[in-house]
């Protein structure tokens, strides 16, 4: 194939190889079809990005191979991600199509990006493909490796959200990295039995199409926000809301604020933020269980009832989250039911009433994003980027801060970037 550059400013990326890479073991052929949970059924056709960064060390090229063969190994027990998604019959065809495996050189030096970096706003680079194209023929996951000529190394992943959720990925890219490291052999192999479980659902509506701005950029911001001024984040609302809720309420009311620029007043706003049910349920399920497993909590902010400040807004997530408390259900209907109302709200909320915002705002906090040591130490750093508007919160290495990465239409984010409170705790 071709070669592809893209230049920007002093960075230069150029693709030297794309290949589809299948499990090393073709998958048995009563596998071959993997029913979709209603959670997944639930999700839009989107993808999630994860990109991590290692320091430089010797022998960058010929990592690339041994990737290749261990992402090999790893596919043969994560095989619905090697499949194609049949939409229509709420199922993963897995017949070993392939994962989408990309080799990128780039002149420059990582730390130009590494811990917001002069370049942070340049990252989609480091992704492989951009998505679009038909689900049908599509790769559920695509993995560009990022050579750097310092000899770092930067692993980009792409996976669609409709089979995985971020538990799920970063349990794949953790298991892909322990087979390069060690062995296979060393790999827990994952259930994928959600979907019988959590099966889907002939009642629910089609997710409709995605929406946006036609013309408009959406823009990737990288905010950060230290442990000190998380501590005085808290005290300011008040000292009794948790520190995730306190970051919520200061990214939600920066939205609440650029939105009122945009409109000229103050509008209803809904903050959509994702839980995990792992662990969170009073239904037992295996642990090691791939796929969506997640519902959502949504709180609203109407103008007309004047409660729009910081610890106002704080409160009223940490009820919203004590009140939205799966471990009330006591079997999967009723989990069903209440996974499904809650995606129903914000959908209604946000394909039919025009004078309502939504933002999303999900936590990776938690998860073992820094556990993926391919061989040559665990990464130095872990972001996102993304093509709709989202927001990610991802703790630092060091677990001394957490960094927002916030993906807006750049209208939206040069408003938000202006927000008296993101200017004197983020940096």
Not at 102 to 125: K, T
Not at 127 to 142: S, Y
Not at 254 to 269: D, F, K, T, W
Not at 290 to 313: A, H, I, T, Y
Request: with cysteine; aromatic share 8%.
């Amino acid at each position: 194939m071709p070669l592809t550059t893209t230049t920007m400013a002093a960075m230069k990326s150029q693709i030297l190889s794309k290949k589809l890479v299948k499990p090393s073991t073709p998958t048995p052929r009563h596998l071959h079809k993997l029913k979709l949970s209603i959670m997944d059924q639930l999700i839009p056709l989107t993808y999630l990005n994860m990109i991590f960064y290692y320091s430089p060390g010797d022998k960058s090229r010929e990592r690339c191979v041994e990737l290749e063969k261990s992402l090999s190994d790893t596919l043969a027990e994560f095989y619905p991600l090697a499949g194609r998604l049949a939409v229509e019959d709420l199922l993963v065809d897995c017949t070993d199509e392939g994962v989408e495996f990309s080799e990128a050189q780039v002149c420059g030096r990582i730390a130009d990006f590494v811990h917001g970096g002069s370049m942070v706003e340049q990252l989609d680079q480091f992704l492989p493909w951009e998505c679009g194209a038909d689900p049908a023929t599509a790769p559920l996951a695509a993995v560009q490796i990022n050579l750097f000529d310092c000899g770092g190394i930067v692993v980009g992943v792409r996976v669609s959200h409709k089979v995985a959720d971020a538990f799920s990925i970063i349990t794949f890219v953790n298991a892909w990295a322990t087979a390069n490291k060690t062995s296979i052999k060393k790999v827990f192999s994952p259930s994928f039995s959600l979907g019988s479980l959590f099966p889907t659902s002939n009642l629910l509506p089609k997710n409709p199409p995605s929406s946006g701005k036609n013309g408009v950029k959406i823009v990737t911001k990288r905010f950060f926000f230290g442990r000190m001024a998380i501590q005085s984040l808290v005290v300011a609302a008040g000292g009794s809301v948790s520190q995730g809720a306190v970051l919520a309420a200061l990214l939600w009311k920066a939205l609440i604020g650029a939105a009122r620029s945009e409109h000229g007043r103050l509008r209803p706003s809904l903050l959509v933020y994702p839980i995990n049910l792992r662990g969170n349920i009073g239904i037992s399920i295996p642990g090691n269980s791939f796929g969506n497993f997640s519902m959502l909590f949504v709180e609203r902010c109407m103008p007309e009832k004047g409660k729009m400040k910081l610890n106002d807004l704080a409160g009223s997530i940490g009820n919203a989250v004590r009140e939205t408390d799966p471990k009330r259900t006591s079997n999967a209907d009723d989990l069903c039911v209440m996974v499904s109302e809650s995606f129903g709200e914000a959908r209604r909320e946000k394909m039919h009433n025009e004078r309502v915002d939504v933002h999303l705002c999900a936590s990776w906090c938690g998860l073992p994003l820094y556990e993926a040591d391919f061989g040559w130490g665990k990464p130095v750093w872990v972001s996102s980027s993304n093509k709709y508007e989202v927001i990610h919160l991802i703790e630092n290495k060091c677990g001394d801060g957490v960094d927002a990465w916030v993906s807006l239409y750049e209208n939206d984010m040069a408003e938000f970037e202006r927000d008296q409170d993101i200017l004197a705790f983020s940096s």
